[in-house]
């Protein structure tokens, strides 16, 4: 494999690669036996994975530079294209769930495969084409208005990243002056994202009915591969989020303001942990890579091999800069299973949580892409797949020396405490998106009303120092997965306490390292509840859980932070 900016990038030919695929649809019906119709099967898969391959290697250099012309063309090409192949792969799966020799599948690549082929045969059909192709272009449009944003700041030019680093400054001046510009930022755009957003609402309950779907939420869950619960149950989760983990969270936070000298926290201060500063990674990008590597050295012969391979062939792209998309991702690239991790450095504890977080996804879609029969299998649904990444943010705390010198025991706890008090901002959302799908005709100043309630049911800490565009509900905005992943955002709360769960298994000297290595070798093969089940994971959504996390976390908060005054 070439190195990633030495990958040939060439617009697949749609009509031929749908002459292709109906060749091999025709294959698996007219087979005689199951290896004929596996050949064709598989034969199906290999070319869908070369399309996939090619409008990932798109994907990724259009996120590098948003006004980059030329990818930006072939990502409005890959949204219509991408659309209208729906149809060719719902002929695909209905053939494969017809077969005779569809026991025969079912033994070599599992019963959840073909679950959830019956899903998508529910959910795709002609109508949906043409919205979908509008979503997937309002999408795009979304993440280039809140690419292109920037100010100048203290003598810099920044974005929304930039200014949250200066939101960590020891200097309550700067925070408060970075929060101004930044809250200035979103107020700018603001009712652009609330038309981008009010077209998608409208155009995301438009495919539901059209599917015939009551409603977007409806349709949305068994999109996601949500088979086993519901809304209801979620709801029961999110509620025992407010009884055990937000009291805990509000006792941090004022533990927090105790340290930092101050009555109150405002929003400003609640990424500042430690008066006289956060811990920082020591180094520059390149530094710090070759620290991870030693990292992934040390810890295991499977990730060592495996960051080896991601620096040989530069399957990283990690500093800020002008025009790069927001946030950071892990994505495969089909062909060559290989990841390739996506961030935005800022100099602050963020990056070594890409480092380990995203590099946790990454990990996961290397060892499993090279165990699993099919490279689809590879990932799992969400919920699934945000353990992986959070599980290895908790097994790099032992290197964490490496990257910060002495302020590592800084890191460690501030890192710890900070996975629980997202917990309640995590449920925010979901609330807020259910609200929003309960109501879809609801004004943008209904939804920022919606936002400022829920907020203050989960999160009563905060405080946004009278800013009339946050205290009014602004706040949803900074959220990209609002916009562009719908109803993701659960997922991450779920996947906490099951990452929480596996360090409290290491924490005892349980063999945590090995549930992790075989929950990353299950891939998708299985349901959510069996593969929890597997890993000897317990359910998230289990009120019960929920209390034992919660406890679990404030007694080792407690180890942590006793080693501080050390």
Request: aromatic share 14%; with cysteine.
């Amino acid at each position: 494999m070439e190195k990633f900016k030495d990958l040939p990038y060439q617009r697949p030919d749609v009509p031929a690669l749908k002459k292709s695929l109906a060749k091999e649809i025709g294959n698996l019906k007219a087979a005689k036996d199951f290896d004929a119709a596996d050949a064709a099967f598989r034969g199906f898969e290999k070319l869908v994975e070369g399309f996939e391959t090619q409008y990932t290697i798109a994907s990724v250099r259009n996120t590098m530079n948003m006004k980059d012309e030329f990818y930006d063309g072939e990502i409005k090409f890959f949204n219509r294209e991408s659309a209208k192949l729906m149809l060719t792969m719902k002929k695909a799966m209905k053939a494969v769930l017809a077969s005779p020799f569809r026991p025969s599948f079912e033994e070599k690549y599992g019963e959840h495969l073909f679950k959830d082929f019956e899903v998508q045969m529910k959910l795709v059909k002609p109508s949906i084409i043409l919205p979908s192709i509008r979503e997937e272009t309002l999408k795009t449009a979304y993440s280039k208005t809140a690419a292109t944003c920037s100010v100048e700041f203290m003598g810099e030019k920044c974005n929304f990243y930039g200014l949250l680093r200066h939101m960590q400054s020891t200097d309550r001046a700067e925070r408060k002056a970075a929060f101004e510009e930044w809250a200035k930022l979103y107020e700018g755009i603001s009712d652009k994202l609330d038309e981008q957003y009010d077209k998608l609402v409208k155009l995301r309950c438009k495919i539901a009915k059209r599917l015939g779907f009551a409603s977007y939420i409806g349709y949305i869950y068994p999109e996601r591969g949500r088979y086993d619960y519901d809304a209801a149950r979620v709801a029961a989760f999110r509620e025992a989020v407010r009884t055990y983990i937000t009291p805990l969270c509000d006792k941090l936070y004022r533990e927090q303001a105790e340290r930092l000298g101050l009555e109150r926290l405002e929003w400003y201060d609640e990424a500042l942990c430690f008066a006289d500063g956060n811990a920082k990674p020591i180094g520059t990008p390149e530094e710090l890579t070759e620290k991870a590597r030693r990292m992934y050295g040390e810890m295991s012969p499977e990730t060592g091999e495996f960051f080896n391979f991601m620096t040989e062939h530069e399957l990283l792209d990690l500093v800020t800069r002008e025009n790069k998309h927001l946030g950071g991702y892990m994505t495969l690239l089909a062909d060559y299973k290989a990841p390739f991790i996506f961030s935005n450095f800022n100099g602050t504890s963020e990056d070594i949580g890409v480092l380990t977080h995203e590099a946790g996804h990454a990990f996961e879609g290397y060892y499993a892409s090279r165990r699993l029969p099919l490279v689809q299998q590879t990932g799992s649904t969400s919920e699934i797949n945000e353990i992986h990444s959070m599980t290895m943010e908790f097994f790099a705390y032992p290197w964490m020396e490496l990257f910060c010198g002495e302020m590592a025991d800084r890191y460690r706890y501030a890192h710890f405490t900070d996975a629980l008090k997202t917990v309640p901002y995590l449920v925010s959302v979901d609330e807020f998106q259910h609200r929003v799908f309960e109501n879809p005709a609801a004004t943008a100043a209904e939804r920022r009303t919606f936002w400022r309630e829920i907020e203050r049911k989960y999160m009563p800490w905060r405080n946004y120092d009278g800013n009339a565009f946050l205290e009014g509900g602004g706040f949803w905005m900074q959220k990209q997965h609002i916009f562009l992943y719908p109803f993701y955002y659960i997922d991450y709360a779920m996947a906490q306490l099951d990452a929480f769960a596996l360090y409290r298994k290491q924490v005892a000297g349980g063999d945590a390292w090995g549930d992790y290595l075989a929950l990353c070798g299950m891939g998708g093969k299985y349901g959510y509840f069996e593969t929890l089940e597997r890993a000897g994971l317990p359910n998230p959504l289990d009120p019960e859980t929920v209390k034992g996390i919660a406890a679990f976390v404030e007694e080792q908060s407690d180890v942590l932070k006793a080693k501080l005054d050390k």
